[in-house]
Nanobody, 125 residues
Framework: QVQLVESGGGLVQAGASLRLSCAISGRTFENHALAWFRQAPGQERIFVATISWNDGDTYYLDAVKGRFTISRDTAKNAVYLQMTSLKPEDTATYYC??????????????????WGQGTLVTVSS
């Protein structure tokens, strides 16, 4: 059974940092894109960042460029999202996901086949 399990969310003040982790079990994701999406209450789930499992190429939502860094550890079968200079508008549930499409094009939820259950990030002002 394939599982993606997120952790690392929490309540922080604006300007703080958090590191989200996504532990993958049940398979490996060669030739896939691994991504983080987020969904705020009452809003659509949106793309935040994606990384190519094979070569590590990364792509980001403009609003998080320079503040967030996505990475993967192929030995641990895990994906991470380092978030710095957090803002209240970053408040959302963050989801890890895997797509068979290339990271360059995999920017929509419909591109992703596997999802975690989400981890809540709350940034207070």
């Amino acid at each position: 059974q394939v599982q993606l399990v997120e952790s690392g969310g929490g309540l922080v003040q604006a300007g703080a940092s958090l590191r989200l982790s996504c532990a993958i079990s049940g398979r490996t994701f060669e030739n896939h894109a691994l991504a983080w999406f987020r969904q705020a209450p009452g809003q659509e789930r949106i793309f935040v960042a994606t990384i190519s499992w094979n070569d590590g190429d990364t792509y980001y939502l403009d609003a998080v460029k320079g503040r967030f860094t996505i990475s993967r550890d192929t030995a641990k079968n895990a994906v991470y999202l380092q978030m710095t200079s957090l803002k209240p508008e970053d408040t959302a549930t963050y989801y890890c996901a895997a797509s068979p499409f290339a990271a360059l094009v995999a920017k929509m939820p419909g591109h992703y086949d596997f999802w975690g259950q989400g981890t809540l990030v709350t940034v207070s002002s």
